[in-house]
């Protein structure tokens, strides 16, 4: 079976198409995206603009075109952070239905937490023990962890790194009163709850998904994504650290010319790095794993799942 995934994060949109084999992995077979920004399209009043409708009307109606032209049997949509604590969501759901017939379906914080979980358990497999997980998206951050394929604890915080960039860094480069304000805004929302992780103790395996991880790691010196996505990768906490000062000293321009960074997420990688830097603080871990997992593959997962794809 040929199954697209349509993701409207607070980022970019993409759409994944999957094959899917009895016994076997989900296998990608397709790719198309495009950096919608929706993080960044929200009015005073936090709704999503009219440019930010438009936008993401123009890609869910191309990427109906392309899952047809490739064969899906079926798309599921669903949209995240941005969408879901935009004031007029549903307005901007009904506009998207109507001009295209997607039905996009809006994820809560715990479910996207969840289903990566799901993901990040799959791609380690039993042998991680008990398992930590961290995804910093455009408008969130998610944390579960537990021993099953169902995290024990799972819940969003919004410290996402493009909201985090329009709120403190919205006029450049940040001088030292804002990125202290953000350092402890940070760290106050993230110590507020982790509790529900660190009751559990240590984890066997901490692991850390999403564009700003991948990024971050990259920068502190992770093999290049050319590599593939079985070559190990992990993110220093020691080593990122030590490169924060840096980062929040380049220029933007130099910035984009950092390994593994991208003209439309360069402005995000000091604040995606601060989140980073506080969740392996603040839970003990020196360093996290990434995972070429994440939600997705937990949402493909759980269809494939239900259809019965994976199992014998």
């Known amino acids: 079976m040929r199954l697209g995934v349509l993701d409207i994060g607070s980022n970019t949109g993409h759409l994944l198409v999957f ?11 397709f790719s198309y995206k495009e950096p919608l920004r929706l993080a960044e399209h929200l009015d005073a009043d936090g709704a999503v603009t009219q440019d930010g409708v438009d936008a993401l009307t123009a890609f869910v109606a191309e990427s109906v075109v392309v899952a047809e032209d490739k064969g899906c049997e079926e798309m599921l949509g669903f949209a995240t952070s941005a969408v879901r604590d935009a004031v007029n969501s549903d307005d901007v759901l009904q506009h998207v239905r109507r001009e295209t017939d997607v039905e996009i379906e809006v994820l809560s914080g715990e479910d996207e937490a969840r289903l990566t979980f799901l993901a990040v358990r799959r791609w ?12 910093i998206g455009g408008g969130s951050l998610e944390i579960a962890g537990g021993q099953n394929e169902s995290p024990d604890v799972a ?19 940040p001088n030292d009163d804002d990125v202290r304000a953000l350092r402890r805004r940070i760290r106050a929302e993230i110590a507020r709850d982790a509790g529900r992780l660190l009751r559990g103790g240590q984890p066997d395996r901490a692991a850390a998904t999403s564009k700003t991880f991948r990024s971050l790691a990259r920068i502190c010196g992770a093999a290049p994504a050319d590599d593939g996505p079985l070559v190990p990768r992990s993110l220093e906490l020691a080593e990122l650290s030590k490169r924060i000062p840096e980062l929040i000293a380049t220029s933007h321009d130099k910035l984009v010319s950092l390994p593994g960074v991208s003209v439309d997420r360069a402005h995000q990688i000091v604040p995606g790095a601060l989140v980073a830097e506080a969740c392996m603080d603040i839970f003990d871990l020196s360093e996290l794993e990434i995972c070429p997992w994440a939600l997705r593959e937990g949402v493909i997962l759980e269809r494939f799942d239900h259809l019965g794809f994976l199992g014998d």
């Not at 969003?156 to 909201?163: F, T």
């Open 155 to 173: 819940w969003s915080v919004p410290l996402g790194a493009a909201r985090l960039a329009r709120e403190f860094f919205a006029n450049g480069v």
């Open 19 to 29: 094959d899917a084999h009895g016994g076997a992995a989900p296998s990608p077979a």
């Open 124 to 135: 380690f497999g039993w042998s991680a023990g008990r398992l930590a997980i961290f995804d």
